[in-house]
Structure formats: structure tokens, C-alpha cells
């Protein structure tokens, strides 16, 4: 039960404008934004992990977030035509999950860091600050299949639509 104090505090999230439904992102999952111009493949068994980008002389390892929320959340924003990397620090991701980010690294012919990864965006991103009473945990009949997917949350708005909020950690290891 959320504390009458705790209902008037806000939190940032990033929004990634959809047309149905919208995703939120806890801000402090991403370090920072980078546009990324150039774009190199990698060898990945993932579908969504096929490329890296190169930041402050690193090669950084790209999750292409925009494939995955289209293919799997089937939700679909306008374009920025701006490639951007969420970039996230392996060191915040749990013990397990650090120990399974070397090793899929270690498959991979290339020379990548692994203290980053960052996720590939090309819709619209905005920072909002969300009143936490807005933000829902899932109902309980639909979270376990749901967070298998990523998803970790919702808000919904007085106007009909949806906002679903997604664990980058939890996506980057469903999905690579």
C-alpha cells in the first residue's frame, strides 16, 4: 500500500511514443543517450542483438529496442529518423545477470566492451515525471506471462490509452 506522503511523490521516466501502447522506462536504468550514427553487424544468435556502435572509443553492444517492441508488444511509434543508444552500466544489472551478459559476449567474434550496452531507439523519446500513484504494478492474473515479456507495469490514462512499462534488464535477457 503506497503512503498518502509517498502518492504525491513523482519519479522520471523515459516515454517512447507509440501508437498503442506507450512504454515507460525507469530512468535510472540509462546512464546516458548517444546518438549513433554509425551503425557495425555483430554476431549474435539474438534476433534483437545485431549490432554495436562505437562511444567515448568503446564499441558498445546494441540491443535494438524499436525491432523488439514492434515484434513483440506490437507497438509501433512515429520515427525520430535520430538513432539514439539507451545506454545502460552492466555493473547496476544483478549478479546472475552480469555473469550471463559475459557469456553471451564471449560467443561474439568481436572485441566488445562489456561494462555497457546500450539499446537502439528511433521513435520519439521524451523524459516525464510520473506521479507514482499513476504507476501500477500488473494485475496478478496477468503477470506472469506478461513478465516474461519485459513488462513489469502499467499506467493507464483517463483517456483509454496505456502505458506499458518495461525492464530493460529483464528484456535484454528474455530476448538475447
Not at 511523490?9 to 543517450?33: W, Y
Not at 562511444?55 to 507497438?75: N, Y
Not at 483509454?160 to 530476448?175: G, K, N, S, T
Amino acid at each position: 500500500m503506497i503512503s498518502e506522503k509517498d502518492r504525491e511523490k513523482t519519479h522520471d521516466f523515459l516515454m517512447i511514443e507509440t501508437v498503442q501502447p506507450s512504454i515507460i522506462i525507469n530512468r535510472e536504468q540509462v546512464a546516458t543517450g548517444l546518438s549513433l550514427p554509425d551503425l557495425f553487424p555483430m554476431a549474435s544468435s539474438s534476433p534483437y542483438l545485431t549490432s554495436w556502435g562505437k562511444a567515448g572509443g568503446e564499441r558498445i553492444p546494441l540491443f535494438d529496442l524499436d525491432r523488439s517492441l514492434e515484434e513483440v508488444f506490437t507497438a509501433q511509434g512515429p520515427k525520430s529518423g535520430l538513432r539514439v543508444g539507451l545506454i545502460t552500466e552492466v555493473a547496476h544489472f544483478h549478479p546472475r545477470n552480469r555473469n550471463r551478459w559475459e557469456k553471451i559476449l564471449s560467443n561474439c567474434p568481436e572485441r566488445l566492451s562489456g561494462d555497457r550496452v546500450g539499446f537502439l531507439v528511433d521513435s520519439r523519446i521524451d523524459i516525464v515525471e510520473i506521479p507514482i500513484r499513476e504507476v501500477r504494478p500488473l494485475p496478478v492474473n496477468l503477470k506472469p506471462r506478461y513478465r516474461e515479456e519485459g513488462i513489469i507495469g502499467c499506467r493507464f490514462y483517463p483517456s483509454d490509452r496505456l502505458a506499458l512499462w518495461i525492464d530493460l534488464e529483464r528484456l535484454l535477457f528474455i530476448q538475447a
